[in-house]
């Protein structure tokens, strides 16, 4: 359904709609974050981010929605906001190994700290 209409539209419809979309799609979580990586690959970078900021506002318990969401905003150019995003993500699940390596390699390539 977002790949065949304006996303910004079918994303504010089922923010909206939060729950009945919920009932309807049991996953929705992961249907997001497929079409947002798709999105992505497309090279629709707005549609992306706006995708992966609707699954992160409507999961923020998920750390999978924030490790997504700072994949897009380093392809968006915007690191400090990826880091962020892995670090709240790492927040929420500290044994994933991956993501704390991902996080240590995004603060030492820009400079952060902390």
Known sequence: YLLQVDVGAACAAIQSEQRRYQALYP???SRLNSVGYDLLRRGLLADALRTFELNRDLFPGSWNVYDSYADAL???GDRAGAIANCRKSVELNPD?????R???ELKSTSGATS
């Open 74 to 76: 380093l392809a968006s």
């Open 102 to 104: 991902r996080l240590a």
């Open 96 to 100: 994933r190994e991956a993501g704390r």
């Open 27 to 29: 996953n929705l979580e």
